[in-house]
């Protein structure tokens, strides 16, 4: 198992840790619903440092990535950032990712699952055919995302860089705690506002009293200890994402799923062409067949990964995907898909939880 | 973490408190630590004769669901109410407010079969 700079701080605070993606990843400190709530209402922050990251460079960078994104990639200009899909043959998904423009058709960083690092550096590297040059640096790339409504104010003391009034989903470079080129960007996965930190560190696993990473977390643990910034684990990066109805790749998503049926039509562009675009395009001609909906518990019990979705008469109709007791809305959530005519708001669906049929109804999301 | 005396243990984390015949039941404080928030408890047994080690309801975490093993043969004759509205109270206080069953128990000589505290606490530790 991984670490990721941050592990041995996570011990120390007594997180209740477990592997994820291959690391060693902290879930919860003081309880999950603490930590949502803290980020909700005020800010957490969250070690992704399992995160992966690639950088692509070179006069065929953007091509390539326009090739293998389902957006468009060419809209971006320095200091810009993208949620995009990389779409496999079939027209499932490879993975979803966020794309950084760094230097306008020259260099962009890539922001991909850690699940999929290894499986996606293949798939670009399998259709790098003009010699972009790629470079993985996710094993020497720290990440902390730290959410939440007062997040940039109370980071901003330690950067000279604008980050309070830096706009949703673009970025700055700059000196941070006294660390040089850490990229600080205005996006997260929680929907509660917030940053996420990137910086370079010695490779994973270096023994070393000069790590930016220590640097960074003493910093803005130091800077946010009066002010009630917690750290957060995976739990809450879990029900802060679902109840935005954000997808997780694994559970919502993968590569037999389409960006259409999963509801990121918003992200996928047929102005240009990228791997599997006629069949997508075919796909949203004809409609697709089935969709990922958000659904809210009406009888009690909680949804889950994998529990199957029933109509009234107790044919299967779908798959839940994610499911949870929402920390902020105090109900019962989850996403799956089910077929389109059962997809439309106030469908009344049912959860097949255990041996009990349990009723649901079809809601928009975010939930709220 | 607390492991009251006067309580038996299960191997499936659960304690027992018994009077007379009837058994107040819960799950430990080292269970509830290790499922995290507990957001809804499942039990739709009362008034039912079931063996020792069946299933008699779940517990639902943030995260996980977790199946609730009955320790001894017995009948369910009431499920803790005030549970609906905050089962959080396992968490809080597993040993009091976050009980979750009284039985009758059948054979009150099986409750000698389960696990003293330090017993329980060896298996943990």
Redesign the interface.
């Known amino acids: 198992m991984k670490n990721t700079p941050f592990t041995s701080k996570h011990i120390a605070l007594g997180a209740?840790m477990a592997e994820f993606a291959g690391y060693n990843m902290p879930?919860?400190y003081t309880?999950?619903?603490?930590e949502h709530t803290a980020v909700r209402r005020n800010a957490g922050v969250f070690d992704v440092s399992h995160m992966g990251e690639f950088v692509l460079k070179g006069e065929n960078a953007l091509d390539l990535i326009q090739r293998l994104t389902s957006n468009d990639a060419s809209k971006l200009s320095a200091g810009k950032i993208q949620y995009s899909c990389l779409t496999n043959e079939n027209g499932g998904i490879v993975d979803d990712l966020l794309v950084y423009c760094i230097e306008e058709n020259r260099e962009y960083m890539l922001v991909v699952n850690a699940s999929n690092i290894e499986k996606d550096w293949n798939w670009i590297m399998k259709h790098n055919n003009k010699a972009v040059i790629m470079e993985n640096v996710s094993d020497r790339t720290g990440l902390l995302a730290i959410q939440g409504p007062n997040a940039a104010k109370i980071l901003q003391p330690l950067t000279d860089m604008d980050i309070l009034n830096l706009k949703y989903y673009t970025f700055a470079k700059g000196k941070f705690a006294g660390v040089d080129k850490v990229l600080i960007s205005a996006t997260g996965y929680t929907g509660a506002g917030g940053v996420e930190i990137y910086f370079e560190d010695l490779p994973f696993g270096s023994q070393d009293n000069n790590m930016a990473s220590d640097k960074i977390w003493d910093a803005v643990f130091k800077i946010g200890a009066s002010q009630g910034l917690k750290p957060a684990g995976l739990?809450a990066r879990?029900?802060l994402r679902l109840e935005m109805g954000f997808s997780l790749y694994g559970n919502d998503i993968d590569d037999t799923t389409s960006p259409l049926e999963a509801g990121l039509g918003w992200i996928t562009k047929f102005t240009k062409d990228f791997t599997a675009k006629t069949i997508l395009e075919k796909q949203k001609s004809e409609g697709v067949k089935r969709k990922l909906a958000g659904f809210e518990m009406i009888d009690?019990?909680?949804p889950?990964h994998g529990y199957e979705i029933k109509d009234h008469s107790g044919v299967k109709i779908g798959y839940v995907t994610s499911g949870?007791?929402s920390?902020s809305l105090g109900k019962?959530i989850g996403m799956g898909y089910v077929e389109v005519k059962n997809s439309l708001l106030d469908s009344e669906i049912f959860i097949s939880v255990?041996d009990k049929l349990l009723k649901a109804k079809v809601v928009k999301l975010p939930f709220s | 973490m607390s492991f009251p005396p006067n309580l038996k243990y299960t191997r499936d984390h659960e304690w027992i408190l018994l009077e007379g015949n009837t058994a107040t039941i819960g799950i430990t404080d080292f269970a509830q630590g290790e499922l995290g928030d507990i957001v809804f408890v499942d039990v739709e047994s009362v008034g039912k004769d079931l063996e020792g080690g069946s299933v008699f309801g779940s517990l639902e975490a943030v995260k996980t669901v977790s199946d609730l093993y009955l320790p001894v043969s017995g009948t369910i004759i009431e499920l803790n109410s005030a549970l609906a509205d905050s089962p959080g109270a396992i968490n809080k206080d597993p040993y009091g407010e976050g009980w979750i069953i009284k039985m009758t128990v059948k054979n009150t000589s099986d409750i000698d079969q389960l696990l003293n505290a330090a017993a329980y606490q060896s298996l943990v530790s």
Do not use: C, E, H, L
């Open positions: 209740k879930i919860s309880g999950i619903n603490d739990g879990d029900t009690r019990g909680i889950r949870t007791q920390p019962a255990r």
